[in-house]
């Protein structure tokens, strides 16, 4: 099975632009999952989506949304970019079959805004 | 709200020394709590997981024991290798597993 992938790989944004950053699951996986890693903050979570709806989010200002679609790929966008939005985008998706599941995480798309 | 707290590193062993990784949490309910290992240049994989009090978690050597009346969740193993040299992070999930809280995470060094 493939795992999970992250487009793209690296970035480089301006202040104020915006961006998207894509993620396609594990095939059969439902939950796909956010999160920025920072080397001041550390991993913290931005939110999960579950069958195209939001199901827990973090806390992150409105400037941090995402969207899952039918065949369960999820994409994050952050608009206004700020200097400290530079970090590693983590997605992560899980079965969602039911009781505790294993979160797969690829990869990452590395944020650099200038 | 929900945290998790995990000793700074850098840890510095030899090989076959024993390795423990301190990790207490603070939550509301009954979480599942989690041990991720990022290799130098590969991603985040989970290293093992307990989803209730009492629960012991194991995967490659390494242990971990959800003690509900500590909120702890230290991470051991007897004999460390050169290859388990890596970043340790512990995490806090909800009941699905998802939506995770981690600790600042523990980089690990092992010499021969």
């Known amino acids: 099975k493939a795992g999970v992938t992250q487009t793209p790989r690296y970035l480089i944004k301006t202040r104020g632009q915006q961006v998207t950053l894509s993620c396609s699951p594990i095939s059969g996986h439902r939950s796909v999952s956010w999160y920025q890693q920072t080397p001041g903050q550390g991993l913290q979570f931005l939110f999960e989506?579950?069958?195209?709806?939001?199901?827990n989010k973090g806390n992150f200002p409105g400037r941090f949304s995402g969207r899952q679609f039918s065949n369960s790929r999820s994409e994050m966008n952050v608009s206004t970019l700020e200097l400290g939005d530079s970090a590693l985008y983590l997605c992560?998706?899980?079965?969602?079959?039911?009781?505790?599941?294993?979160?797969?995480f690829g990869p990452g798309t590395r944020l650099l805004v200038l | 709200g929900n945290s998790v707290t995990q000793m700074e590193g850098p840890v510095t062993l030899s090989e076959e020394a024993f390795l423990t990784i301190n990790c207490t949490y603070t939550a509301t309910g009954y979480p599942s709590l989690f041990w991720y290992v990022q290799y130098p240049g590969e991603g985040l994989q989970l290293l093992l997981k307990?989803?209730?009090?009492?629960d012991k978690g194991s995967n490659k050597g390494f242990e971990a024991t959800y003690r509900k009346e500590t909120t702890s969740f230290h991470l051991e193993k007897g004999s460390v290798q050169v290859s388990d040299s890596a970043v340790y992070f512990c995490?806090?999930?909800?009941?699905?597993?998802?939506?995770?809280?981690f600790g600042k995470g523990t980089t690990l060094s092992v010499s021969s």
């Open positions: 989506y579950f069958s195209e709806t939001q199901r």
């Open positions: 307990a989803t209730k009090a009492d």
């Open positions: 995490a806090l999930g909800n009941q699905a597993g998802t939506a995770l809280i």
């Open positions: 992560a998706s899980s079965s969602a079959s039911g009781g505790v599941e294993t979160q797969y």
